[in-house]
C-alpha cells in the first residue's frame, strides 16, 4: 500500500481482477478465489442484502443480480476489497508472471521502449523514464539492463553509481534468474556476458560485491573462476545463466540494482 501511495496513485483505491458474472461465485480472472479480503459489510448486492456459503471455496454472493460485480482494493482502508459497479473508474494494476514453464526454452524477448509497469510503480521515481527499468516483485529489488552500449567494469560501477545505484548483486537464486531471465532477451542481438557487481580486485581469489560483501550464494560456471591473475571481475553468461570471471577492461553491457 506505501508503494502505491507514495508513486504518485491518488483516490481511495483501485481495481484487481476479481469479479462475478450473474449470480456465481467471485473469482479471480481464470481462477476461485479461496483467500479473502473484504471489508466488513462487503461484497455488496444493490440492497445490501448477502449470503455466506459453507464451502471454502465460495464467497459471499449477493441475493439478487447486481451491478456492483467487480472488485476494488481500497488502500484508504487497509488494502481491504470491495464490490462495486464495474462501470467506476478507477486506477488498476496488472499482473505479469516472471517466470514461465515451457518444453522449450522461450526468453523474454526485449521490447525498445516498453517500461515494466511493476517498476513504474515501486522502483525509485528518477528512473521511471528508464526504458529498460525492471522490478523483481519477490526481492522487491529494481535493476536496469544497459544494453544501448559497453564499458568496462569499472566504467559500468561508475554509471550505475551515478544513478544512485550499484552494479547488480544477484545474492540469491531469485535475482540471478531474474537478471538471466530478462538478460536472454535483451542481449539476444547483442553480448553473450553482461557486467554485475562482483570482483577480486582487491584481493586474488577473494571475490565480493561492490561493497564490500563476501559470497554466501554463488552461481559460477563449469571451472570458473578460472583463478587467471588478470581475469578479476564477474560477467553473467547469457548462454549458460552463469558467472564468469573476465579481464575488467573487456567491454559488456551491464546490469545496475537500485534500494537495498
Known amino acids: 500500500m506505501e508503494g502505491l501511495k507514495s508513486n504518485g496513485f491518488t483516490g481511495e483505491g483501485i481495481w484487481i481482477g476479481l469479479s462475478r458474472q450473474g449470480n456465481s461465485n467471485y473469482r479471480w480472472t481464470g481462477s476461485s478465489s479461496i483467500y479473502v479480503n473484504w471489508a466488513n459489510g462487503q461484497p455488496s448486492s444493490s440492497n445490501g442484502r448477502r449470503f455466506l456459503l459453507d464451502s471454502p471455496t465460495q464467497i459471499y454472493i449477493p441475493s439478487i443480480r447486481s451491478p456492483r460485480d467487480c472488485g476494488m482494493l481500497k488502500y484508504t482502508d487497509s ?69 544501448a552500449k559497453t564499458a568496462n567494469w569499472y566504467a559500468a560501477k561508475s554509471s ?43 584481493k586474488e581469489g577473494d571475490y565480493r560485491w561492490t561493497n564490500g560483501d563476501s559470497l554466501n550464494y554463488t552461481n559460477w560456471g563449469f571451472r570458473e573462476p578460472t583463478g587467471t591473475p588478470w581475469q578479476n571481475c564477474v560477467a553473467y553468461d547469457r548462454d549458460t545463466d552463469k558467472w564468469d570471471d573476465k579481464d575488467c577492461y573487456l567491454k559488456y553491457g551491464w546490469v545496475c540494482q537500485f534500494g537495498k
Open 79 to 147: 488494502g481491504r476489497w470491495y464490490s462495486l459497479s464495474c462501470g467506476k473508474s478507477y486506477p488498476y494494476v496488472c499482473e505479469y508472471a516472471i517466470f514461465k514453464t515451457t518444453t522449450s526454452r522461450q526468453p523474454f524477448v526485449y521490447q525498445p521502449g516498453v517500461l515494466d509497469p511493476a517498476a513504474a510503480l515501486f522502483c525509485p521515481k528518477h528512473l521511471n523514464r528508464t526504458k529498460t527499468l525492471m522490478y523483481n516483485t519477490y526481492t522487491r529489488h529494481c535493476f536496469t539492463i544497459n544494453i
Open 160 to 202: 550505475c553509481e551515478s544513478l544512485g545505484g550499484y552494479l547488480a548483486r544477484p545474492r540469491e537464486f531469485s535475482d540471478n534468474m531474474f537478471i538471466g531471465f530478462r538478460a536472454r532477451g535483451a542481449l539476444h542481438y547483442r553480448y553473450k556476458h553482461i557486467w554485475i557487481g562482483l570482483s577480486d580486485t582487491e
